[in-house]
């Protein structure tokens, strides 16, 4: 399993269309202009990572590998899967050691009740419960399958009814390409709800990466011609993902963000999607989220509040891996970085 050029591994993403975005050739290449290296690796075309070294002092790296197509053959079940594995591992393990990296972070592309932990490579190749995510592990899915009234149907009536407001109060959506304008209304947004935001050139780059491709749009909910929220939305074969979202504090009572979230899963079936994933939620369960969604304001819990109107499924994400090549410096990362 060699290390591949970024155009053979577009060809075998391509070959694999309902690879995650995360693996995306495009993704690679935004993170690579912002501190991250990435690595391909790809075996047999069968099995096939993405790798992003995140530069370190003294030269030592942390790696991470974010929703591998690898996925979903995470048990050894068979000879041949297992020789498939051996391989794999070993040359991931050779890629991280040529990169310094202290260890390697796997987030596996698979929902928790669909892999139990016996399933997991951990004996078998050295890999450990990671008490860390870098990507929000609990989400809510919306299934796009269906036409667009039987989709409604399955929304809150409040979110359906908001939707038809802010059409019957004047809002419009509408593709855009203002990225300095979207970067604006981030960074309201941001210090509205406490939480980071990129700066202007990220997310150029990432509209400049996945827009000519068609898997990327940005949406913007107007009134009157001005703007009031956006949205960046992405889409690999049957699954999408609402990515970045924002809005300004100007007509929030003709509901914009409501229309634009729907256009943009209009956006994603006529694309060909099946599923839309809200991208982030407390990680609580169901019945946690559901008793104090109305009382809690930290954290996801406002977007938690708007994204349960639109009727989907809360998802929790198998949980991260590590694998260590340097304890002692993995040991103090997990005492200084997450207090664990």
């Known amino acids: 399993m060699p290390e591949v050029s970024l155009a053979d591994w577009n060809q075998f993403i391509s070959d694999h269309s309902n690879a995650h975005l995360l693996q995306m050739g495009e993704w ?57 594995s051996d391989q794999f591992w070993k040359e991931v393990d050779s890629v991280c050691k040529k990169n310094r990296a202290v260890f390697l972070k796997i987030e596996p592309d698979a929902w928790e009740d669909s892999m139990t932990e016996n399933q997991l490579p951990i004996t078998n190749y050295q890999l450990r419960i990671s008490p860390h995510n870098i990507q929000p592990p609990r989400t809510i899915t919306i299934e796009i399958k269906d036409n667009e009234e039987q989709i409604l149907a399955r929304m809150k009536p409040k979110c359906r009814y908001n939707i038809r407001l802010a059409e019957k109060k004047g809002i419009t959506v509408r593709a855009w390409d203002d990225i300095p304008a979207f970067h604006e209304m981030m960074t309201v947004t941001g210090g509205r709800d406490k939480f980071g935001v990129h700066s202007k050139e990220y997310y150029q780059r990432a509209y400049e990466l996945f827009h000519p491709k068609g898997t990327c749009e940005l949406l913007v909910a107007e009134f009157e011609g001005k703007p009031l929220a956006s949205l960046m939305v992405f889409a690999n074969g049957k699954r999408a993902w609402y990515v970045y979202g924002a809005s ?27 599923e839309y994933d809200l991208w982030g939620v ?59």
């Open 28 to 84: 690679g290449e935004l993170k690579n202009n912002f501190g991250w290296k990435p690595v391909r690796l790809l075996l047999n075309n069968e099995v096939g990572c993405q790798i992003l070294f995140r530069r370190l002092p003294l030269g030592l790296t942390l790696g991470y590998m974010p929703k591998p197509v690898f996925s979903g053959q995470w048990s050894v079940n068979s000879e041949q899967l297992s020789v498939i």
């Open 248 to 274: 300004n504090d100007q007509e929030r009572n003709r509901m914009p963000t409501y229309l634009l979230q729907w256009e943009a899963i209009r956006w994603a079936k006529a694309r060909g999607c099946d």
């Open 282 to 340: 407390p990680d609580e369960n169901e019945e946690a989220l559901e008793a104090q969604f109305e009382s809690r304001h930290d954290g996801l819990w406002g977007v938690y509040r708007f994204k349960r109107g639109f009727g989907g499924q809360i998802k929790r994400a198998s949980q991260a891996l590590d694998k260590v090549y340097n304890p002692l410096l993995y040991w103090l990362y997990t005492r200084l970085v997450i207090g664990k």
